[in-house]
């Protein structure tokens, strides 16, 4: 720790660290959790908790962090206590001109403090107008999945557009994909898309499905997809491919056993 930052060996063990720690201890973390949290952000410990980790707490509450929720955020992002309040706030004012409620932004701020760490000009904005040119709802989209916008436009965004497009989607079925679910962008291809399409293909639906459930991508391939449609194949009926997926082994038994039901009475 003290080789990435140097200045942790001249904290005062009583003055500096071991306050910080109860601190953090009080609020519900883990102490198993504390190395991880230290080692991540070792300048906590340089922060005056009356003048600053404290105020900034209060101030991120009142912008809606749930205060229940501290030692989940922390664990998630140890560095959020220590970025400014203009940098908070700018971040805030942005989820707020995307058009979302308090309360979601209250929401986002606690499931993916990371966003805190965004530019707004550099990152947020762009990665906005990049999903609303997709004629995605940017304010649905960051309430859903905040962390697509963490993902670099050129590297990450693009490829999964053209993946689709190049595969006969047209853009509006692409951001209909996207804003039905938000972590579409968050795969990779070469290990979740390429091989969950290939498979895709080789099932008996039309590609139209995918645009009515591309929850489907997210599903393990050997441990969901081709073990439940194997059973589907094996039952010799059809199911939508959200049923074949979504469905507890309970439900999807019995969605199976209705469907063989009735191709048995219609047979007679």
């Not at 409620?101 to 986002?108: A, I, L, P, Q, Y």
């Not at 079925?173 to 996207?178: A, N």
Request: proline share 6%.
């Amino acid at each position: 720790m003290t080789r990435k930052f140097p200045a942790f060996a001249y904290y005062s063990l009583e003055g500096k660290i071991k306050p910080v720690v109860e601190f953090l201890l009080n609020l519900g973390v883990p102490k198993s959790d504390i190395p991880m949290i230290l080692g991540k952000r070792p300048q906590l410990c340089g922060i005056s908790l009356s003048e600053n980790l404290i105020p900034t707490m209060t101030f991120l509450e009142n912008l809606g962090v749930d205060k229940k929720q501290w030692a989940k955020v922390i664990h998630r992002f140890p560095a959020l206590l220590t970025y400014s309040r203009q940098k908070c706030k700018a971040t805030v004012d942005f989820l707020y001109e995307m058009g979302l409620s308090e309360e979601n932004v209250g929401k986002v701020l606690t499931r993916c403090p990371h966003i805190i760490s965004y530019s707004v000009d550099d990152k947020l904005r762009p990665t906005a107008e990049y999903f609303s040119s997709l004629g995605v709802d940017v304010a649905v989209l960051l309430h859903r999945a905040p962390q697509t916008f963490g993902l670099s436009i050129e590297a990450n965004l693009k490829p999964v557009t053209e993946f689709f497009l190049d595969r006969g989607y047209i853009m509006e079925e692409v951001g209909t994909m996207i804003s039905r679910y938000g972590a579409l962008y968050t795969f990779s291809l070469d290990e979740n898309l390429i091989p969950k399409w290939d498979y895709f293909l080789t099932m008996d639906y039309p590609k139209s499905e995918l645009v009515k459930f591309p929850q489907y991508f997210g599903y393990s391939l050997e441990e969901r997809i081709k073990p439940r449609y194997k059973q589907v194949k094996d039952s010799g009926v059809r199911l939508l491919l959200n049923q074949v997926l979504s469905l507890s082994d309970v439900e999807f038994d019995k969605a199976l056993k209705r469907k063989m039901k009735k191709r048995l009475d219609g047979t007679h």
